[in-house]
């Protein structure tokens, strides 16, 4: 008989002090779901880029060194999850991390953390965005809002909502592209928010829920966490997607019933306890 054995999962992202993202949703949530989460940071920020102004300290010449200690543990993951990438080198870096710590078994999450509302985040230009491409065939799960899908596949962001027809055409570029498991977040329909699910199989489903409340910075890295620990705790990807954009939906109530600025995040501390 198998010992039974606490889950292990390594995050790849940035660490910005304030504005809940990156690593600071992402350890809370993934330990709130009883998996043992495992920081390995791409930059340190004072706050995300969001803001006006920030901190930014480039991780990149410091992650080798940093995952070679882990080397030296003789360090396995069962889930590796990447998020904000802060440079070009940074994707040739993941991309050794996931050779050196991923198993047979392990789940990659990739989520490309690239931009939002049809545009790229302030640190994110054409060489990232092309190289960021990479991590595509190296996922089990990839999890692009609506303008990261856009940017990866190649299609033409609009505001006005995106068909079926669309979503599917977006859906076959990333799947031709390498991906396999498929989340497109934030498809905003009328008065509702949507999710388009795509399986290896080839079935496809578009998840809908009544809009909750304000955007919120980090809803994508709130929405992803839940993902990547459902994946190691081996829960159904539909079931998951169902579950995390609850989640999210449940926190921009809550934010927006506190009035938190939609650049300080949503206040996902609230109901880390349901989880
Ligand atoms: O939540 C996405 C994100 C993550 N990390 C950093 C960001 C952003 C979005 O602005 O700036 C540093």
């Given at each position: 008989m198998t010992e039974k054995r606490q889950k292990r999962m390594a995050v790849v992202n940035d660490f910005s002090g304030f504005g809940r993202c990156s690593l600071?949703?992402?350890v809370p949530i993934i330990s709130a779901m009883k998996?043992?989460?495992?920081?390995?940071?791409t930059a340190v920020l004072s706050n995300h880029t969001g803001y006006d102004d920030f901190f930014f300290d480039d991780y990149t010449d410091k992650m080798r060194p940093y995952?070679?200690?882990?080397?030296?543990?003789?360090?396995?993951?069962?889930?590796?999850?990447?998020?904000?990438l802060g440079s070009v080198r940074q994707v040739a870096i993941v991309e050794e991390f996931i050779g050196c710590f991923a198993e047979k078994d392990t789940a990659i999450i990739v989520d490309p953390v690239m931009g939002d509302?049809?545009?790229?985040?302030?640190?994110?230009?054409?060489?990232?965005?092309?190289?960021?491409?990479?991590?595509?065939?190296?996922?089990?799960?990839?999890?692009?809002?609506?303008?990261?899908?856009?940017?990866?596949?190649?299609?033409?962001?609009?505001?006005?909502?995106?068909s079926e027809k669309e979503?599917?055409?977006?859906?076959?570029?990333?799947?031709?592209?390498?991906?396999?498991?498929?989340?497109?977040?934030?498809?905003?329909?009328?008065?509702?928010?949507?999710d388009f699910v795509s399986c290896p199989d080839g079935t496809c489903e578009l998840l809908r829920q009544p809009?909750?409340?304000?955007?919120?910075?980090?809803?994508?890295?709130?929405?992803?966490?839940?993902?990547?620990?459902d994946a190691v705790n081996g829960v159904n990807f539909v079931?998951?997607?169902?579950?995390?954009?609850?989640?999210?939906?449940?926190?921009?109530?809550?934010?927006?019933?506190?009035?938190?600025?939609s650049t300080d995040g949503v206040c996902f501390e609230e109901i880390l306890c349901t989880l």
């Open positions: 600071m949703v992402s998996i043992q989460c495992c920081a390995m940071p995952y070679e200690k882990w080397q030296k543990l003789g360090l396995h993951f069962d889930g590796i999850y990447t998020g904000f509302n049809g545009r790229p985040y302030a640190t994110i230009d054409k060489a990232l965005c092309e190289e960021l491409r990479k991590l595509i065939p190296l996922s089990s799960i990839l999890t692009p809002n609506l303008t990261e899908a856009c940017l990866l596949s190649g299609a033409a962001y609009h505001d006005t909502p995106f979503l599917m055409e977006i859906a076959d570029r990333l799947r031709t592209a390498g991906a396999r498991y498929l989340v497109i977040t934030g498809i905003t329909d009328g008065e509702d928010i949507c809009i909750s409340g304000t955007p919120h910075a980090g809803t994508g890295d709130v929405f992803a966490s839940v993902i990547a620990a079931d998951s997607v169902k579950k995390a954009s609850a989640f999210v939906g449940q926190a921009i109530r809550l934010s927006d019933q506190l009035h938190i600025p």
